[in-house]
C-alpha cells in the first residue's frame, strides 16, 4: 500500500498538468450554439423546458449565460455569443441598426406589473402608472429599481420619463439592488416596498411562495406595460466566427408553431408566463 | 430560519439521491481547481522557494509584488481575464470565454501569489542551523536545496491547502468567465449565486454544504497522507 500511495502522490501532479494541457481538446463539440439572455427566460424555467425540444428538432445543444439585456447586448457585440433573447425593444432596434445584430424576431410577449405590499401604504392599487409613480413618490414609499440596466430596468426608467416625473437616484426611499429579477422582488418584499416586475416572474414568486405571496399585483394593464421579447442573431459581418447559421436555425424554431405552442403551455399556478406571438 | 434546517435536509437528499445538476457543479468545481491548483503548485513552488531561498537584488521589491497581488479582487481578475478571453480580446481565437478551461486560469491568477508567497516564507522562516547542519554534513548545493525544500514540506502543503480554499470557493471568476452555463460551467458557487438569486434560499445553503464536505474530505485526505 505504501508503494502506492508514493507512486500516486509522486505523478498526481503530472497526470494533473497533462489533463490541463488536454483540456481545451475537449472542449471543441460540434454544433454549439450560445445564447445571452435575460434572467426573466432562465429563472422562471422557460429555457429549461424548451431547450431539449430545440435540441431533439435540430440536433443543436444549446447553452446560455442569463444577465440583464444590456450585458447580454454587450456580449453579443463582444461576439461572446452568437444569439440573444433580450426584452429591451428600443436598444435592440438601436442595436440592430448599429450593426451588432441581425434579423430581430419578435417571439413572445408578458407584460409589466407593479407589486407591492398587500397594505399598499401608497394607495396606488388599480391607479395607472402615472398617477401610481406620483403617489409613491409624494408618500415616499419604498421604491426598489433593478438598477443594472436590464430591460426591465429601463422599463422602469422610461415609466417615471412617462410620467414626467424626475428619474429618482439619491431618494431615501429609492433602492437601486443592482440585481436580478427575484432577488430585488425579495428585497421589495423585505423592505415592504413597491417594485416593477415582469408578470412571468412574479408568476415564478408567487409559486415560489406556495401561491400565497406577500407582494400582490396593483397597476397593471396599461398599454406602455407590454414585455415584448425578440431574438436577435449576431451578425456576422460584425463577428466573423459567430455561427449566424445556428442561430438562424434557433430563430426559426422560436418562431415555428411548434415552439410557439409549447411557450403558450408553459404556465404556473395555472397562468401562462409568456405569450407568443411570433409574426 | 427554516431554510437553514431546511438546507440540510436537501443537501444530504442532492448528495444520496444522485441529483445530476448537483453532481455536475461538483464536477465541474473539482475540475477547475484541480487544473489551477496543478499549475499554480507546479510554476509556485519553485518560484516561492526561489524567491525565498535566493539573495538577488530587488527580491525584496519583488516579494512585495507578490504579497500584494495574494489581495487581487477575484471579479478583478475575472474581467482582465474576459477581457483577454472575449472573442474580440488579444485570445479570443481560443474559444476560452464560457469553458471550464477559462475559469481554471482566472482560478491560477488568483492561486499562484498565493502559493508563491506563502512557499517563500516557509523557506525563509526555516531554523538558520538547518543550513549549517546541512552542509557540515557535507551537502553541496543541490542537496541544500532539497534538504531545505524536505523541511519546508509542511508549511508549503499548509500554503497549497489555503489557496485551494481560495480556489474551491471564488465565484467572480467563474461568474464572469464561465457565464454559470447549466451542466456545462455551473460550478457549486454560481450554482448557490444563481439559487439566492432565484429566493430559493434552502438550495443554496445546501450546496454551501456540499462545497464544504468537499473541502472537508480534501484535507482530511492531505491530512491522512500527511501522517504517512
Not at chain 1, 450585458?71 to 426584452?87: E, I, M, P, S
Not at chain 1, 426608467?157 to 429579477?181: C, D, F, I
Not at chain 2, 502543503?157 to 480556489?167: E, I, P, T
Request: glycine share 10%; net charge positive; hydrophobic share 45%.
Amino acid at each position: 500500500m505504501k508503494t502506492l500511495f508514493s507512486i500516486v502522490k509522486r505523478h498526481l501532479l503530472w497526470v494533473l498538468m497533462l489533463a490541463w494541457l488536454c483540456g481545451p481538446a475537449w472542449a471543441a463539440e460540434p454544433q454549439q450554439l450560445l445564447m445571452a439572455t435575460t434572467t426573466s427566460t432562465d429563472n422562471t424555467g422557460l429555457l429549461d423546458y424548451l431547450a431539449p425540444h430545440f435540441t431533439k428538432a435540430t440536433g443543436i445543444d444549446i447553452r446560455w449565460t442569463a444577465t440583464g439585456t444590456g450585458k447580454a447586448l454587450a456580449l453579443g457585440q463582444n461576439c461572446d455569443v452568437d444569439v440573444l433573447l433580450v426584452h429591451a425593444p428600443a436598444a435592440e432596434k438601436k442595436y440592430v441598426e448599429a450593426g451588432y445584430g441581425q434579423n430581430r424576431r419578435e417571439i413572445m410577449y408578458n407584460d409589466f406589473v407593479f407589486i407591492g405590499p398587500t397594505a399598499d401604504p401608497a394607495g396606488v392599487k388599480g391607479k395607472s402608472v402615472a398617477q401610481a409613480l406620483e403617489a409613491i413618490k409624494a408618500k415616499k414609499a419604498a421604491f426598489i429599481s433593478r438598477g443594472d440596466n436590464s430591460g426591465t430596468h429601463k422599463m422602469e426608467l422610461q415609466l417615471w420619463q412617462l410620467a414626467n416625473l424626475p428619474k429618482p437616484e439619491k431618494e431615501s426611499w429609492y433602492v437601486s439592488t443592482g440585481q436580478g429579477m427575484l432577488t430585488s422582488i425579495n428585497v421589495a418584499a423585505e423592505k415592504s416596498g413597491y417594485i416593477l416586475t415582469d408578470r412571468g416572474t412574479y408568476i415564478k414568486y408567487a409559486y415560489d411562495k406556495g401561491g400565497q405571496p406577500p407582494m400582490v399585483v396593483l397597476v397593471e394593464g396599461d398599454d406602455v406595460l407590454r414585455n415584448q421579447y425578440s431574438v436577435i442573431e449576431v451578425s456576422p459581418k460584425n463577428c466573423a466566427n459567430a455561427k449566424a447559421d445556428l442561430a438562424r436555425k434557433f430563430s426559426d424554431w422560436m418562431a415555428d408553431s411548434q415552439a410557439q405552442k409549447l411557450i403558450g403551455d408553459f404556465k404556473l399556478l395555472g397562468q401562462p408566463l409568456f405569450i407568443p406571438n411570433a409574426k | 430560519m427554516d431554510f437553514i434546517l431546511e438546507g440540510l435536509r436537501q443537501a444530504f437528499l442532492l448528495l444520496f439521491s444522485g441529483n445530476a445538476e448537483t453532481y455536475s457543479a461538483v464536477a465541474a468545481t473539482l475540475a477547475v481547481s484541480s487544473y489551477a491548483m496543478a499549475v499554480s503548485l507546479a510554476v509556485g513552488i519553485p518560484s516561492g522557494f526561489a524567491l525565498g531561498h535566493l539573495r538577488f537584488a530587488g527580491r525584496r521589491q519583488v516579494r512585495l509584488v507578490v504579497d500584494t497581488l495574494m489581495s487581487l479582487p477575484t471579479v478583478f481578475i475575472g474581467l482582465i481575464v474576459y477581457a483577454f478571453v472575449s472573442r474580440q480580446g488579444p485570445l479570443g481565437h481560443m474559444g476560452l470565454l464560457f469553458t471550464l478551461e477559462g475559469i481554471a486560469i482566472g482560478l491560477t491568477i488568483l492561486a499562484l501569489p498565493v502559493v508563491i508567497s506563502l512557499s517563500a516564507s516557509a523557506v525563509e522562516s526555516t531554523d538558520a542551523n538547518l543550513r549549517t547542519t546541512l552542509l557540515s554534513l557535507g551537502a553541496g548545493k543541490p542537496q541544500l536545496m532539497l534538504g531545505t525544500l524536505w523541511e519546508t514540506r509542511h508549511a508549503i502543503l499548509a500554503g497549497a491547502l489555503a489557496a485551494y480554499g481560495r480556489v474551491m470557493t471564488e465565484v467572480g471568476i467563474a461568474m464572469i468567465v464561465g457565464g454559470n452555463i447549466k451542466w456545462h460551467t455551473r460550478t457549486i458557487t454560481t450554482a448557490i449565486a444563481l439559487e439566492t438569486n432565484k429566493g430559493q434560499f434552502a438550495m443554496g445553503i445546501a450546496l454551501g454544504l456540499v462545497l464544504l464536505l468537499i473541502a472537508f474530505v480534501v484535507n482530511g485526505s492531505v491530512s491522512f497522507l500527511r501522517k504517512r
